[in-house]
């Protein structure tokens, strides 16, 4: 499969806006908001045009990435500029085709090579660690609330990068969507009926209670709920032993989720 890759265009606007629509409609919530988030990345300043790719296969755009400028704060005040990237989305007939890999890889070559000190962002922890991404927290960086996850992860683009850096790391506002904004924004769009997430319930029913309290104590109330946590996470939860962590694999395995797949890539 030839899949090509080259900048978005104005024309292209409206194509990557419903190809983000499908790649996310369902994935963490009934419907979405990430098509929204394409559509105002383009118009604020932390956007990077340069870094904004389209996955062409046969004259079909397939597949796109987004990045934006974050900040570093340390305990001094100081700032400094990193990149975020999102959404990165691919059409749901393409996935697993090695079109996610395929804009990552170039993009953070392109990232490199045009300078840029580093890359965070809050993604699937089992996946990304393939293209050299490492948890936050082992370079002393955290959340702008102050707190880590396994989730929240970074890469350094070149030695040093983040050596003797700590401080809070904080996107652009331009994360931040309401609800009303992404009601408003799809009506612009063909009708889409709400997906309806896998409750974890079906856990529940099969796992010791201890299990069960580990889970609620860090409200996973759907399946894609635990796509937050990485493996190991979940595995370090109090209550959670081996036997509980191979059902609860089992268990999203066979709804689609799998720890280590991103699975709109």
Not at 126 to 155: C, H, L, P, Q, W
Request: net charge negative.
């Amino acid at each position: 499969m030839n899949i090509q890759l080259r900048l978005e265009q104005p024309q292209d606007y409206r194509i990557v806006e419903e190809l983000t629509r499908e790649a996310f409609w369902g994935m963490n919530h009934p419907d979405c908001n990430e098509h929204l988030l394409a559509h105002k990345l383009r118009s604020v300043s932390a956007f990077v045009p340069e870094l904004d790719y389209v996955a062409v296969i046969s004259d079909i755009i397939v597949g796109n990435v987004m990045f934006s400028k974050g900040r570093i704060v340390d305990a001094q005040g100081r700032e400094y500029i990193v990149l975020n990237f999102g959404p990165l989305s691919v059409l749901p007939e393409y996935q697993n085709r090695g079109v996610g890999k395929a804009l990552m890889t170039y993009t953070i070559s392109e990232a490199k090579r045009l300078g840029y000190r580093a890359i965070l962002f809050f993604g699937h922890p089992d996946y990304y660690t393939r293209f050299g991404f490492k948890r936050a927290k082992e370079f002393s960086i955290t959340t702008s609330g102050g707190v880590n996850f396994d989730a929240f992860m970074a890469m350094p683009l070149y030695d040093g990068a983040l050596d003797g850096i700590a401080g809070r790391y904080y996107e652009d506002p331009v994360f931040e969507i309401g609800e009303d904004e992404k009601v408003e924004f799809d009506k612009g769009f063909p009708y889409k009926e709400k997906c309806v997430l896998v409750s974890a319930e079906v856990l529940f029913t099969k796992l010791i209670s201890t299990a069960c309290a580990a889970l609620k104590k860090h409200e996973i109330a759907f399946l894609c709920d635990l796509r937050r946590y990485s493996e190991q996470e979940v595995s370090s939860w109090n209550g959670i032993d081996k036997i509980s962590l191979e059902i609860i694999k089992a268990t999203m395995m066979e709804n689609g989720f799998v720890w280590g797949e991103q699975t709109h890539s």
